[in-house]
């Protein structure tokens, strides 16, 4: 079918002739359609048949502009493009992890999907203090087999080709990352935040060291050139859905292949901006706590799932029997997942500079409307970004990991930071 931007009037016509989704939908007086998108970029519709509440779909068009700044922001809407690819691979490979697709039409650029309507978008429910009892392994787990088993190691190379052939082109949502999380916040940049004290930090502390700009160069350069794996690339808390027993990750547009520690950096930057945040939301250091045991599960799920999946795995694209030892390949082994744990941590310091100082921050501090309280939660954001870049590549463990995020809180004068409420 031809491009044709969707509304309220249309939906239901255009729904009619999609028996997958009129199966969901069922037969019936009427829908009720509801826009609940909240993001940026496109829009999102809740439908449901009237009168039978369990009957509904997510519908999501993408537009030929930015949804945000309107139509003089254009922005190609081949991102559904790329938002139905990886989540048609995600469904073959997490399922249960994300939405159920019910339709899928790249000319239309639509998405129409499985309702999660018993969860949450975590970064929301993370700013009131809600506990997911398993989000840090789900996420680790999901990570696991999203990134290994589209890599080198999980994968034959010629298939794997084929593979990365379909998301080469997401070039322009990888071209606002090139720009929003690896240039324009280390600069003076008009798109950037504005705050008086935030920005005098910045000014003096960050854009004019050589070394610190020096490691974001580095990540922007794996960034462009790396292509280890599929990656969501936008992996933060509000791209997380959530309730008591499950977690499912959406809206996949930026996935391209990239550098393994990118998503994995960017969720575990998110909940430690999070845990910043509860100096001021909660003051409950033991919800910011459970947000840092949350954050390092991530990452011991992701090796444990990561090197579970490697186990099995026979031949691949890098490893044929009879070419290492036993021994040999215990060494390559612990090399390549200590290099994904140093990108990591790299990755994590950029995420928590540029959502500080860029033009995407986080609810969780941006929201906040007290400035002199966010400029203090901002500059500790910052000399965090500042500490992990410094010593990413000689953060050996998780649990030296842990201990540098933990001594660094510690050592915050909180008594300084006067969070009034
Ligand atoms: N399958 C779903 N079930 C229920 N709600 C959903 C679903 N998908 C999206 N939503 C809701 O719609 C919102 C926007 O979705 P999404 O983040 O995919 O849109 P976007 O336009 O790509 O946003 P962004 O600016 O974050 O990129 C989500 O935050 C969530 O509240
Ligand atoms: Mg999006």
Avoid at 6 to 16: F, T
Avoid at 177 to 202: G, I, L, Q, W
């Amino acid at each position: 079918m031809p491009y044709k931007i969707l509304d309220k009037s249309s939906i239901p016509e255009y729904l009619a002739g999609l028996p997958t989704v009129m199966e969901v939908l069922g037969k019936g007086e009427g829908l009720d359609i509801e826009e609940i998108g909240d993001g940026n970029l496109n829009y999102v519709y809740k439908i449901r048949r009237s009168g039978f509440p369990d009957r509904t779909v997510v519908l999501k068009q993408a537009v030929p502009y930015l949804r945000m700044a309107g139509e003089e922001w254009p922005l190609s809407r081949n991102r559904m493009t790329y938002e139905i690819r990886a989540l048609h691979i995600y469904n073959d490979l997490v399922p249960e992890f994300v939405p159920a697709i019910y339709h899928s039409d790249e000319e239309m650029s639509v998405l129409v999907m499985q309702t999660l309507d018993s969860h949450t978008v975590v970064r929301h429910s993370m700013i009131e203090g809600v506990i997911f009892p398993d989000i840090g392994g789900d996420v680790g787990i999901f990570l696991a087999e999203t990134l290994f088993r589209t890599s080198a190691l999980g994968m034959k190379s010629v298939e794997r080709r084929h593979l990365m052939d379909q998301f080469n082109l997401n070039d322009e949502l990888c071209k606002l990352t090139e720009d929003f999380v690896f240039t324009f916040p280390y600069m003076e940049h008009e798109s950037n935040y504005s705050s008086p004290v935030t920005n005098k930090f910045a000014r003096e502390t960050l854009r004019c060291d050589a070394k610190y700009k020096l490691g974001v160069l580095k990540f922007k350069e794996l960034f462009l050139t790396k292509t280890d794996a599929l990656l969501h690339a936008d992996l933060h808390t509000g791209s997380l859905m959530a309730n008591q027993q499950e977690t499912y990750v959406i809206d996949t547009e930026f996935a391209y292949f990239g550098p393994f520690g990118f998503d994995v950096g960017k969720i575990i930057a998110n909940f430690l901006l999070s845990y910043t945040s509860h100096f001021f939301h909660s003051r409950d250091d033991s919800y910011q706590n459970w947000l840092l045991v949350e954050a390092m599960s991530i990452w011991k799920k992701f090796e444990e799932r990561f090197l579970g999946l490697w186990g099995l795995q026979g031949e691949s694209a890098i490893l044929i029997d009879g070419l290492l030892t036993e021994s040999e390949l215990a060494e390559y082994r612990q090399g390549f997942m200590l290099k994904i744990l140093h990108d990591s941590i790299g990755f994590c310091a950029c995420s928590l500079a540029r959502r500080t100082l860029g033009i995407a921050g986080v609810a969780d501090i941006r929201d906040i409307d007290d400035i002199n309280v966010r400029s203090k939660l901002e500059i500790i954001n910052l000399e965090l970004s500042y500490l992990l870049m410094s010593i990413h590549d000689r953060i050996n463990t998780i649990e030296q990991f842990e201990s540098t995020i933990r001594s660094f809180y510690a050592n915050i004068n909180l008594d300084s930071l006067e969070l009034v409420k």
